[in-house]
Structure formats: structure tokens, C-alpha cells
């Protein structure tokens, strides 16, 4: 086909601007004119991002599935990306903090902000926080005698602070730390991370914006001011997070239901108001008094409309009837059968996933443990390795012939028995949550 100077014209003009954009931007760059142009794509961009870019794995996987998460939700991490200049640290280096609630969608935004600076053709290297735990018998505990995750105690400050000033100054390589949540146990990592100018380094973890892992006491704030800095709070309300957490729970970490809201209610809510929320409110106070900013990112879903999301809805229902299934099952059996007819009922049934999930709460644990040790050392160690490492028969396993070796020792039955009555208690307050739970967001009976 042939081109018409009026046609051709009208194909080049396009280019003309653009060009014309550039040339304006090169010589007066203060204007940032070419922002303009690309600041309207990655506009476009947020419009149509259909989340398919993650970091790979599981857990990141799940949430954008199930969050109920949208563009318009993230448009404020767009608007701060463009206006604090960390998409044009060449030359320099650049930050980013991310902290937050438990599934307010931490990952989810880190994933959009690694895939936005990356259309901008800038590196990101990246940290959790949560790599950098001691090992749990170093943590500081709570009230109830439970491993206090949630305290800023809990994580290696000093290495962090260490790992961070090294990027941030140097060009030299770290290896982050690997903590194994299962073990408790933190090791040597395997994976180096060296941060270069005009590459952004993005820090994640439910403390990344607390002041006591950035500043130190005597030369406080240890981040150089010529880094460019951004920081982020991601959160939703609690009615949207324990619908997600429960799913998320349940997919990635093969927790059942009744677990998530009994560590949702005893620990992770108690935690966020010892925690984490003090914390957030130290740093907004910090923050403004340096001249700086913390943007806030609410991920919050209409309670009434949390039912009709999919598939985060549905699951949701099923799980909570699965789980109230299961509670009707256990608490008649825990109010009149002794711990060995109770295992011998249970062991090999889909209800014995759901009693050693009580079992393993912390103070049930430390109970069994402090019993044992107080008949058998081997016992003991017998316990500790099967508790972390076994399935939920071969605990129940290990828990019966338990029974049966001091089967003739009263005090030992007796002890056992308190316990069943202290698990009693655990699920009926359980049961009492799951109604409450399904009247709430699904008003069933």
C-alpha cells in the first residue's frame, strides 16, 4: 500500500513529540518531561497488570491468588516509585522497605514494585527479615510462655544492621542468613547478594520500618542519605487478613484451620498490638520528625463482599465447615474417653491431624516435655524429635506406647488426664470462634 504524505505525516508525528520530549528532557532536566511519557504507560500498566509476575514461590503464588488484590490497591506504590526518584538512581543506590501485618500483602506488593522498577530496566536485589531470626531457643517469649516471633528481640539485629551497611557503602558482597521455621534453627545461607549503583535493594519483613533495625544508639539512622529511600506499610483490616492467612495457611504450610485461628487469636493478634503496631507508630513519629515519609497501603476487602471473592470466598466456607466438622467430632470424645482411648480413636482418621495441631500448641508441648523428663530422659528426646519432625500418627504413635510403658504409673495418667481436659478447653473455644466465624461472613447456621 502506498503511503500518502498526508498518511506518513500522520505515522511519524507521534515520534516527532516523543523525540521532542527527549531532546527537552536532556537539556532541561529538571523538567522531567520524558516522566510524563513513561509515567502514562506504566499508568496504563497498572491498569492492566494481571499480577502473573512473582518472585516463584509457593506462598507469593498463593496469596495473589487468593488476596482478592487489585490494581487500584498498589496505584499508591506507583505514584511514590515515580515521585521519590528510585527510578532514576543511577549513580546511586537505592532502598526500599516494606513492612506490614500478617497477610496484608507484604509479598504481593514487593513482587509489583520489583516488576515495576524492572520495566524501568533497574536491578533489584532482595532481603527478608526473616532469614535473620535467632535461634529460637535465643527468643524472647511471651506472657504465655510462647516463642515471641513478633518481638524485634526475636531477629539479629546487629547482623542485619551489619548485611545492610555493607550494600548500602560497598560493592562488597554478603550472604544473608537461612532461618528454618521448622527446626528453629538459623545457618550459613547459600545465596551471596552484592548491591551496585542504580540497583535497588527491597527489605522485607514485619519490621522492616521499625527504628531499631535502621538506626543504631549512638550514630543513629545507619542508611547514607545520598541512597534513595522509600518506605511502605502494607496492611487491612483483621477482618480481611484472617480469612487469608487461614487459606494461605492451609495451601502453602499444610495448617489446618482450627490451628490458624487459635495462633491467629493467641499469638498474631497479641503480637501486632505488643509488636508490630507500636513499632509502625514509632516510625511514622521517627519519619516525621527526619522529613520523611512511610506510605500507608490499605489492602482491605468489604466484609460483606469477602464471600463473593473467588476463590478466596469459597475456600474459606469450606474450610471453616470442614473445621467445625472435625471440633464436633473431637470434643465429645475428649469429654469422656482417657488420652489412650482418645489416641486409639483418632490415630489413622482425618481427626488426627486436627488433635496433634492442640498438641503441638507450646504449653501442651512444654507440659508432655517436663512430664517426661521427669520419668525418662530418653522419653524426652524421643518427644522432642517426634513433635518436630513426625507426622501426626507417628506422634499419636509415639504418645501410645508412651502410655502403655507408664500405663502403671497414677501420677503419670493423672497428668495426662489434666491434659485432656486443657485440650478440651482449647477446642471448645475453637468450636465457639469457627460459629462465630460462619455467622459472620456467611451467616450460617
Known amino acids: 500500500m502506498k503511503l500518502t504524505n498526508q498518511k506518513l505525516k500522520y505515522f511519524v508525528k507521534p515520534f516527532k513529540i516523543l523525540l521532542i520530549f527527549l531532546i527537552l528532557n536532556l537539556s532541561f532536566g529538571y523538567l522531567h518531561i520524558a516522566d510524563i511519557f513513561v509515567i502514562s504507560v506504566l499508568s496504563r500498566r497498572i491498569r492492566d497488570f494481571d499480577f502473573s509476575y512473582i518472585r516463584g514461590s509457593k506462598e507469593a503464588k498463593v496469596e495473589w ?12 506504590i506507583l505514584d511514590a516509585l515515580i515521585e521519590s526518584g528510585i527510578c532514576s538512581v543511577s549513580g546511586r543506590k537505592g532502598v526500599i522497605f516494606i513492612g506490614g501485618t500478617s497477610a496484608g500483602g507484604k509479598s504481593p506488593a514487593t513482587d509489583f514494585i520489583t516488576a ?13 527479615l526473616d532469614n535473620y531470626y535467632k535461634d529460637r531457643e535465643k527468643m524472647p517469649t511471651s506472657p504465655d510462655g510462647n516463642f515471641d516471633f513478633d518481638s524485634v528481640e526475636a531477629l539479629d539485629i546487629d547482623k ?20 528454618d521455621m521448622k527446626t528453629g534453627k538459623s545457618s550459613d545461607g ?3 547478594i552484592q548491591l551496585l549503583e542504580g540497583e535497588v ?14 538506626n543504631k544508639e549512638r550514630d543513629g539512622d545507619i542508611i547514607p542519605p545520598e541512597v534513595v529511600r522509600l518506605m511502605f506499610f502494607v496492611n487491612a483490616e483483621r ?26 487469636d493467641k499469638i498474631v493478634v497479641p503480637g501486632e ?32 463482599k469477602i464471600s463473593d471473592i473467588q476463590p478466596l470466598g469459597e475456600v474459606f466456607r469450606e474450610s471453616l465447615i470442614q473445621a467445625g466438622e472435625r471440633m464436633g467430632k473431637l470434643i ?20 488426627s491431624k486436627s488433635l496433634v495441631a492442640f498438641l503441638k500448641i507450646k504449653s501442651h508441648q512444654d507440659r508432655i516435655r517436663d512430664l517426661l523428663r521427669s520419668l525418662d530422659s530418653e522419653s524426652e528426646k524421643g518427644f522432642i524429635k517426634i513433635i518436630g519432625e513426625g507426622t501426626p500418627d507417628q506422634i499419636l504413635e509415639f504418645l501410645s506406647e508412651t502410655l502403655l510403658r507408664y500405663s502403671t504409673n497414677t501420677s503419670f495418667r493423672e497428668e495426662m488426664n489434666l491434659l485432656r481436659l486443657d485440650l478440651l478447653g482449647a477446642m471448645r473455644y475453637v468450636a465457639r470462634r469457627i460459629d462465630e466465624l460462619r455467622n459472620k461472613y456467611f451467616s450460617i447456621p
Do not use: C
Open 65 to 76: 491468588k487468593y488476596f482478592g488484590l487489585t490494581p487500584a490497591m498498589f496505584q499508591r
Open 116 to 128: 515495576m522498577l524492572r520495566g524501568y530496566g533497574i536491578n533489584v536485589k532482595y532481603i527478608s
Open 160 to 179: 542485619f544492621q551489619k548485611h545492610l551497611h555493607i550494600l548500602l557503602t560497598t560493592s562488597e558482597e554478603i550472604t544473608p542468613p537461612h532461618f
Open 190 to 192: 547459600k545465596d551471596p
Open 201 to 214: 535493594l527491597i527489605v522485607e519483613g514485619i519490621h522492616a520500618l521499625t527504628p531499631r533495625m535502621t
Open 239 to 264: 477482618d480481611t487478613r484472617l480469612p487469608r492467612r487461614m487459606v494461605r495457611d492451609s495451601e502453602v504450610r499444610g495448617y489446618i484451620p482450627e490451628a490458624t485461628i487459635w495462633n491467629w
Open 273 to 304: 498490638d505488643n509488636h508490630i503496631i507500636p513499632g509502625k507508630i514509632e516510625a511514622l513519629k521517627l519519619a516525621e520528625e527526619r522529613g520523611q515519609k512511610i506510605i500507608e497501603i490499605d489492602t482491605t476487602l468489604p466484609l460483606d
Open 332 to 351: 465429645p470424645l475428649l469429654e469422656k474417653e482417657d488420652f489412650y482411648s482418645l489416641i486409639s480413636q483418632v490415630q489413622g482418621s482425618e481427626l
